[in-house]
């Protein structure tokens, strides 16, 4: 079965420090893409990385990269410097290679402080 | 221009009312989705249409009904609410059937059945 897990529910952080969620996805399907989405206080779902099961290059956008490790089924996602304006809670998604639904985790909230 | 817009935002309704939530999408994508987001932000499929046809319908209650007009459009009508109901319902859209690329989300709307 297909499943992502962020294990981490909760985080708190002080403005600029580094912070990385975690995401440990289960799948059978040997192409497969990986998504994170962020989702501020006002409630919308913001597209942020799409990665595929191919490419396990580490990405960077700015203050923010990310971590694709098939040995270890992870991809995580790095907020370097951390502002008050990344507090939002963050879902990391994958998508089934049949449907295309996306299966999220469980969301991460981050709450970056002053 | 709002790429995946949906009305209305907020929808507050009595216990046994039949409702409708309507969503649009000007990005010419194929695909077209609803998403659940229950009280503790677990997000979860319910439909998804590609080109009009039902592809997806993830064993939700007979009160949902999605509909699509067109693959511009894809309506969410509930009938006979419940309490259990309440949640905050995304659309949202994607250029394939969604394994390969990501989905932009609609802002979602709040239904609050009392």
């Known amino acids: 079965a297909q499943k992502v897990t962020q294990a981490q529910t909760e985080i708190s952080v002080v403005e600029k420090e580094d912070v990385t969620l975690d995401c440990v996805y289960e799948t059978r399907d040997t192409t497969y893409y990986l998504f994170w989405y962020k989702q501020p206080p006002s409630g919308e779902l913001v597209f942020l990385i799409r990665r595929n099961s191919f490419d396990e290059q580490n990405e960077i956008s700015g203050r923010y990269s990310w971590n694709f490790q098939k040995s270890t089924s992870s991809f995580n996602f790095t907020i370097t410097a951390s502002q008050v304006v990344d507090s939002a809670v963050y879902f990391c998604?994958?998508?089934?290679?049949?449907?295309?639904?996306?299966?999220f985790g469980q969301g991460t909230t981050l709450q970056v402080k002053p | 221009d709002t790429a995946v817009s949906q009305t209305p935002k907020y929808l507050v309704t009595q216990m046994g009312n039949d409702k409708s939530i309507k969503c649009e999408q000007n990005l010419g994508h194929d695909t077209m989705y609803w998403y659940k987001q229950d009280s503790k932000k677990f997000l979860k499929i319910m439909f998804s249409y590609n080109n009009k046809e039902l592809i997806i319908n993830e064993t939700v209650p007979n009160r949902f009904s999605p509909k699509s007009p067109d693959k511009a459009h894809l309506n969410l009508h509930i009938n006979s609410l419940e309490l259990g109901d309440s949640a905050v319902y995304f659309c949202?859209?994607?250029?394939?059937?969604?394994?390969?690329?990501?989905?932009?989300f609609g802002q979602g709307t709040r239904l609050t059945v009392v």
């Open positions: 949202a859209s994607s250029q394939d059937r969604g394994q390969f690329s990501e989905a932009f």
């Open positions: 998604a994958l998508s089934d290679g049949n449907t295309g639904k996306l299966i």
